[in-house]
T-cell receptor, first 117, second 114 residues
Framework: AQKITQTQPGMFVQEKEAVTLDCTYD???????LFWYKQPSSGEMIFLIY??????QNATEGRYSLNFQKARKSANLVISASQLGDSAMYFC??????????????FGTGTSLTVIP | GAGVSQSPSNKVTEKGKDVELRCDPI?????LYWYRQSLGQGLEFLIY????????KSGLPSDRFSAERTGGSVSTLTIQRTQQEDSAVYLC????????????FGNGTRLTVT
């Protein structure tokens, strides 16, 4: 089974609107960390936001927030007030172990987001 | 330096030649990863180093691929007898082992095998 599933290969959003990028994960470890990365066309991987499995609150970083639904094993990324510079590939990732200390980071296949002016 | 440094940024080689890709992680980061990303695809895990522990080589696609990490810092990924299917961007990343520490990626080496 896939550890990380991103079911939206491509998404479009109007500038200034909010958008949700889906991510579901599969683990039997009670402790894990969830991460989102942005990869613009230039290729660099940019860390956006982190959620620990025991965190009580949903993580937020500026315009990024993580809608963490533990029972559903989903960790959707919400981008508010989309900007043209948000157009990029977005990857969800998981690291198992206490707070996310295991060996591997498991990455999803990514969602390509296009922001329309 | 402030970030993960990879060299070369681009490498074109002929099929059958050996190549070496270098990664200099962030100072103090004991965990180091190599990933491969083919055009328009996701990240494929290759190998992981953590401190002085034996590396996790479970992602290496064949015995033509090897990697080492000297002194717990700089890492070299070697591909022997390159094939055209090895063409991809090779990304290196480092992190602290503490919980919640994200991966910090280099800008990658774009390898083209002709």
């Amino acid at each position: 089974a896939q550890k990380i599933t991103q079911t939206q290969p491509g998404m479009f959003v109007q500038e200034k609107e909010a958008v949700t990028l889906d991510c579901t994960y599969d683990t039997s470890d009670p402790s894990y960390g969830l991460f989102w990365y942005k990869q613009p066309s230039s290729g660099e991987m940019i860390f956006l936001i982190y959620q620990g499995s025991y965190d009580q609150q949903n993580a937020t970083e500026g315009r990024y927030s993580l809608n963490f639904q533990k029972a559903r094993k989903s960790a959707n990324l919400v981008i508010s007030a989309s900007q043209l510079g948000d157009s990029a590939m977005y990857f969800c990732a998981m690291r198992e172990g206490p707070g996310g200390t295991g060996n591997q980071f498991y990455f999803g296949t990514g969602t390509s987001l296009t922001v329309i002016p | 330096g402030a970030g993960v440094s990879q060299s070369p940024s681009n490498k074109v080689t002929e099929k059958g030649k050996d190549v070496e890709l270098r990664c200099d992680p962030i100072s103090g980061h004991t965990a180091l990863y190599w990933y491969r990303q083919s055009l328009g695809q996701g990240l494929e895990f290759l190998i992981y180093f953590q401190g002085n522990s034996a590396p996790d080589k479970s992602g290496l696609p064949s015995d033509r691929f090897s990697a080492e990490r000297t002194g717990g810092s700089v890492s070299t990924l070697t591909i022997q007898r390159t094939q055209q299917e090895d063409s991809a961007v090779y990304l290196c990343a480092s992190s602290r082992p503490a919980g919640g520490s994200p991966l910090h990626f280099g800008n990658g080496t774009r390898l083209t095998v002709t």
